[in-house]
């Protein structure tokens, strides 16, 4: 059973910074691509971050309106991806999600709220 957790948002001020992490159980972490998503209301899930396997360089993605400022990551040895997340704006304010793709099926987490204020 695929389980992903999320953890590690809450209030920030704008200019400051913030790691999530997302736990993840049930998939062969070490082979497949993990990613971070954003949800603004009334729009659709967005891409934020993903990151390759280590095996094909550990290769990291990011969306425009992040790069520079968000890092992803991932510990193999604690099945668990990261999202550091510095300079953040008040755009920024979403719920993050994890995620992954198995088998052809998009796997979620419950998403982590991260509030910015200005």
């Known amino acids: 059973q695929v389980q992903l957790v999320e953890s590690g948002g809450g209030l920030v001020q704008a200019g400051e910074s913030l790691r999530l992490s997302c736990a993840a159980s049930?998939?062969?972490?070490?082979?497949?691509?993990l990613g971070w998503y954003r949800q603004p209301p009334g729009k659709q899930r967005e891409l934020v971050a993903t990151?390759?396997?280590?095996?094909?360089?550990?290769?990291?993605n990011y969306a425009d309106s992040v790069k520079g400022r968000f890092t992803i990551s991932r510990d193999n040895a604690k099945n668990t991806v990261y999202l550091q997340m510095s300079e953040v704006k008040p755009e920024d304010t979403d719920v993050y999600y994890c995620?992954?793709?198995?088998?052809?099926?998009?796997?979620w987490g419950k998403g982590t709220l991260v509030t910015v204020s200005s």
């Open positions: 990151i390759t396997p280590i095996t094909v360089g550990g290769r990291p």
């Open positions: 995620n992954v793709m198995l088998a052809g099926i998009n796997y």
């Open positions: 049930g998939i062969p972490f070490r082979h497949i691509v």
